[in-house]
C-alpha cells in the first residue's frame, strides 16, 4: 500500500525547535519530490516546503525560509522538516505529500498530518 | 506568488442537485490547476488534476473545466458523500498556492 506517515509533532514554546519526520512505503520514494503542506484548524492549506527527488533542490515559502529546512534520506525512505525558531503562527497541522509525475505535479498521496502547537 | 480565489466561500445545496465551484488565479497557470476534497480530520483527496483529468478512482459526476486563470469543478449529482470542503490549487509555479476553500453544505 501506498502510505506517508507523519510524526514528531507536539507541544513546544516560541522560540523553540522541533523535527518532523514523513515515513514512505509502497512507492519509489527517490524518484517523487516531496512537499510540506500546513493547515491551521479551521483554516485553508499553504504550501510550506519542497525536495526534488535527489535532494539537491529545496524551496520554501517566504513565512518559514531561513527558519524550517527540508532535508531526504532516500536510503531510509524518509522526508523530515527541521523548525527552528517557531512563532505563534507555525501552529497547524502539518502533511507531508507525494507530487506525482502521472498528473504533473499534483499531490496524489497525502499523510495523516501531525500536530504541532505553540505554546507558552 | 500566484494568487487564488475560489467562490463561492460556502455552498448550500441538497442531495441530487448540481454544483459548481469557481477558482481564478491571478495570472495564467495553463492547465496546471488541481482540485481537492477534504473532510473534518482528514487529509486533502486529490480529485482533478491538469484542470480537467480524473484522478484514479474518482467518481464521474466530479469534472473540472477551464485554463488560463478561470477554472471550474462540477459536481453533476450531489451525493450525501459530496459534503466537504474544496480546495483549487496551482501547480505552475515553485510556490503552489491553494485556494481558501469551499465548503458545500447540507441545505
Known amino acids: 500500500e501506498v502510505q506517508l506517515v507523519e510524526s514528531g509533532g507536539g507541544f513546544v514554546q516560541p522560540g523553540g525547535s522541533l523535527r518532523l519526520s514523513c515515513a514512505a512505503s509502497?512507492?519509489?520514494?527517490?524518484?517523487?519530490?516531496m512537499y510540506w503542506v500546513r493547515q491551521v484548524p479551521g483554516k485553508g492549506l499553504v504550501w510550506v516546503s519542497r525536495i526534488n527527488d535527489d535532494g539537491s533542490t529545496t524551496n520554501y515559502a517566504d513565512s518559514v525560509a531561513g527558519r524550517f529546512t527540508i532535508s531526504r534520506d532516500n536510503a531510509r525512505n524518509t522526508l523530515s522538516l527541521q523548525m527552528n525558531s517557531l512563532r505563534a503562527e507555525d501552529t497547524a497541522v502539518y502533511y507531508c505529500t507525494r507530487a506525482s509525475g502521472t498528473t504533473g505535479g499534483a499531490f496524489d498521496i497525502w499523510g495523516q498530518g501531525t500536530m504541532v502547537t505553540l505554546s507558552a | 506568488d500566484i494568487q487564488m480565489t475560489q467562490s463561492p466561500s460556502t455552498l448550500s445545496a441538497s442531495v441530487g442537485d448540481r454544483v459548481t465551484i469557481t477558482c481564478r488565479a491571478s495570472?495564467?497557470?495553463?492547465?496546471?490547476l488541481a482540485w481537492y476534497q477534504q473532510k473534518p480530520g482528514k487529509a486533502p483527496k486529490l480529485l482533478i488534476y491538469?484542470?480537467?483529468s480524473l484522478q484514479s478512482g474518482v467518481p464521474s459526476r466530479f469534472s473540472g473545466s477551464g485554463s488560463g486563470t478561470q477554472f471550474t469543478l462540477t459536481i453533476s449529482s450531489l451525493q450525501p458523500d459530496d459534503f466537504a470542503t474544496y480546495y483549487c490549487q496551482q501547480y505552475n509555479s515553485d510556490s503552489r498556492t491553494f485556494g481558501q476553500g469551499t465548503k458545500v453544505e447540507i441545505k
Open positions: 509502497g512507492f519509489t520514494f527517490s524518484s517523487y519530490w
Open positions: 491538469k484542470a480537467s
Open positions: 495570472q495564467s497557470v495553463s492547465t496546471w
